[in-house]
């Protein structure tokens, strides 16, 4: 169980179109969900967590207006680059947590997408 | 910022051999997970162990924690090929979404 589901794996988009990627937890419910970005042969860097019906959080330094995510119900969240550039290019992960396991101080595991490799020309 | 810092950054062993990962943190935790990720994949949760433990084990995988030093060490015993993989630790960032916070990493390769 726990698996999550993120889609296209890759995708090319020229410089100024939007992308949009999708992350569902296919058999459990995600109250939250996260949004990563990996540079290659670095770490994942949090960009914004995900919240079912309401605003997401976004980290420091990630531009929610270029970065727009929308979590409409329990199992999907969707993440939009817009008017992508070059330097977009990366890697993005999303992740999510069992609603109902996150408390007592994120004493669950996260279960991970397989990513989506975005380039952008 | 990043929380842990895994050392080494890159290891390279033989099958058979045993892999050590240390990881080391900044602040108060609850727990120290441990994830693996396949090249050009998503990350796969290994093992969590709790703020009042201090080992634990899963299959090859055991994971020992020392809040004291605010480190942790993960240790492959038997290696396989398809150990390959770099491998992550993390904690939980202070935010009320309890998202992990991922340190750099180590890219283990096991050769045949």
Redesign the interface.
Known sequence: GAV?S?HPSWVICKSGTSVKIECRSLDFQAT?M?WYRQFP????M?MA?S?EGSKA?YEQGVEKDKFLINHASLTLSTLTVTSAHPEDSS?Y?C?A?RTGT?G????????????T?LTVT | SQQGEEDPQALSIQEGENATMNCSYKTSINNLQWYRQNSGRGLVHLILIRSNEREKHSGRLRVTLDTSKKSSSLLITASRAADTASYFCATVYSNSGYALNFGKGTSLLVTP
Not at chain 1, 41 to 44: E, G, I, P
Request: without cysteine.
């Open positions: 999550v993120q939250t996260f042969k670095q770490s994942l949090l967590t919240n959080t890697f992960i992740s947590r996150g007592g101080g994120g004493n669950s595991p996260l279960h991970f997408g397989n990513g490799r």
